[in-house]
T-cell receptor, first 116, second 111 residues
Framework: EAGVVQSPRYKIIEKKQPVAFWCNPISGHNTLYWYRQNLGQGPELLIRYENEEAVDDSQLPKDRFSAERLKGVDSTLKIQPAELGDSAVYLC??????????????FGEGSRLTVL | AQSVTQPDIHITVSEGASLELRCNYSYGATPYLFWYVQSPGQGLQLLLKYFSGDTLVQGIKGFEAEFKRSQSSFNLRKPSVHWSDAAEYFCAVGGQGNLIFGKGTKLSVKP
């Protein structure tokens, strides 16, 4: 069974440029998460989807970040324009069920963003 | 507020030695607790989880963790560390659709 697939694995851009990350969750997982992991820190939730609905985006910096999950499967996270402080690893995860505490999250390998 | 504290940023142990990684949490209700491991350049993999019942839980790769409500702790243990266990370990508490992670403990293994 394929795991959570993310692309690109690495991205280097200059500040003020746009960037987009793509995630394909495990088949059948209706819940999808985007986390940001800064260097030396644990992951922090940016947004959580139940099917195509964003049910928690309280931590998403909406002035420059946007996300979508069309058709409730793949998802895209976009940053426009990128700032130096956006350098981080962006992790996508998926799970069964509406509540994370009923099951485990399955993580992709992450997309490492470097903003110069 | 919900939070997870991992007091040790970096731990070095000798191969074959025992290991204990500490985790303390703050959570308003019965916590759902997890340990994840992250190898360099990889995503996070679940080692074990506690939802209810027996407070000593067994996980993959020979790891176990013990939930102690009185101490708000969920420490991870392994009796004999292998070189392949070198990685970063994250404790997390779950609820309301979100996992809150600690800052992680990096484990180095000496030959």
């Amino acid at each position: 069974e394929a795991g959570v697939v993310q692309s690109p694995r690495y991205k280097i851009i200059e500040k003020k440029q746009p960037v987009a990350f793509w995630c394909n969750p495990i088949s059948g997982h209706n819940t999808l998460y985007w986390y940001r992991q800064n260097l030396g820190q644990g992951p922090e939730l940016l947004i959580r989807y139940e099917n195509e609905e964003a049910v928690d985006d309280s931590q998403l910096p909406k002035d420059r970040f946007s996300a979508e999950r069309l058709k409730g499967v793949d998802s895209t996270l976009k940053i426009q324009p990128a700032e130096l402080g956006d350098s981080a690893v962006y992790l996508c995860a998926s799970s069964f069920g509406r509540e994370v505490n009923t099951g485990e999250l399955f993580f992709g390998e992450g997309s490492r963003l470097t903003v110069l | 507020a919900q939070s997870v504290t991992q007091p040790d940023i970096h731990i070095t142990v000798s191969e074959g030695a025992s290991l204990e990684l500490r985790c303390n949490y703050s959570y308003g209700a019965t916590p759902y607790l997890f340990w994840y491991v992250q190898s360099p350049g990889q995503g996070l993999q679940l080692l074990l989880k506690y939802f209810s019942g027996d407070t000593l839980v067994q996980g993959i790769k020979g790891f176990e963790a013990e939930f102690k409500r009185s101490q708000s702790s969920f420490n991870l243990r392994k009796p004999s560390v292998h070189w392949s266990d070198a990685a970063e370990y994250f404790c997390a508490v779950g609820g309301q659709g979100n996992l809150i992670f600690g800052k992680g403990t990096k484990l180095s293994v000496k030959p």
